[in-house]
């Protein structure tokens, strides 16, 4: 179970995570300690993974913040001032590590938090950066993408889930997408859908997630050199081709 804390501050949250951790009188809940505080320098935008017993295995706090939605560039106290009169605004500390869960069947997944999705270059350090107990770089075999879409209104939700299947086909990997009020869908590496609940619309997925070993794709390797290299050979192209094709004259 994979869950987002949005802000630990949300006693809704707080009681969830109980609960879960409740079910075996687990005592790990200790370990939310290193994500909420009442200094913001210290509170995360976080992950949580939750095993079949309720025990919170992991969790990933987000690196990549949005800016004027979760983070200011003013200095401490200014921006602790201006959250305190502009109440949209959230501050929270940014991680500092990519993380590698793994599910009980043994297959490899990773996550990122909303827009983080949105950027290709960063999904490629987070995709290159994984690494498992031994310390050995591994590949995932899916991706999953908890967002809040509740902030623009009905376009927001249908721009981010569109990007979001540009990432799933440039990685080839398959992503497992939920949000609190739409889209929640899962998009396998081709692009499609396999099914989705709309926006403001409660309800659940049941869904087989075929995820056979991968291998890093081109852009994964290289980025955006490659597209880099593609433009250049083609400017190449157009000037060799300009010098040795004949032109023509025009008929009088």
């Known amino acids: 179970n994979l869950v987002n ?3 630990l501050n949300n006693q809704n949250n707080l009681t969830y995570v109980n609960n879960l951790n409740n079910l075996n009188n687990l005592n790990n809940l200790n370990k939310l300690d290193a994500l909420y505080n009442s200094d913001y320098e210290q509170t995360f935008n976080s992950t949580l993974f939750f095993n079949q017993y309720g025990e919170l295995v ?4 987000k ?3 949005i800016p004027f939605g979760e983070t200011l560039p003013f200095g ?3 921006n602790k001032w201006i959250s305190e009169q502009i109440t949209s605004i959230s501050l929270f500390a940014r991680g500092d590590s990519y993380v590698l869960f793994k599910n009980r069947n043994g297959f490899y997944f990773t996550s ?3 827009y983080e999705m949105l950027f290709p270059e960063y999904l490629r350090e987070v995709l290159n950066g994984l690494v498992d107990e031994q ?3 591994r590949e995932v075999h899916f991706l999953v993408n908890l967002s ?3 902030w623009y209104g009905k376009v927001e939700p249908e721009q981010h889930l569109f990007l ?3 990432r799933a086909a440039e990685f080839n990997l398959p992503v497992v997408r939920s949000t609190n009020t739409g889209i929640s869908t899962v998009i396998y590496p081709s692009g499609e859908l396999g099914g989705r609940i709309e926006v403001n619309r409660q309800g659940y997925l049941d869904f087989t997630l075929f995820s056979p070993e991968r291998t890093p794709t081109i852009y994964q390797r290289y980025g955006v050199m490659v597209v880099i290299a593609f433009a250049f050979g083609l400017i190449v192209l157009a000037a060799v081709l300009t010098v040795i094709v004949p032109k023509h004259k025009p008929l009088s």
Do not use: A, E, Q
């Open 58 to 61: 992991k969790y990933y706090n």
């Open 5 to 7: 804390l949005y802000n």
């Open 135 to 137: 310390g050995r770089h």
């Open 63 to 65: 690196k990549h913040l």
């Open 112 to 114: 990122v938090i909303c």
């Open 76 to 78: 401490r106290k200014i």
């Open 164 to 166: 979001s299947r540009w």
């Open 148 to 150: 809040n879409d509740s």
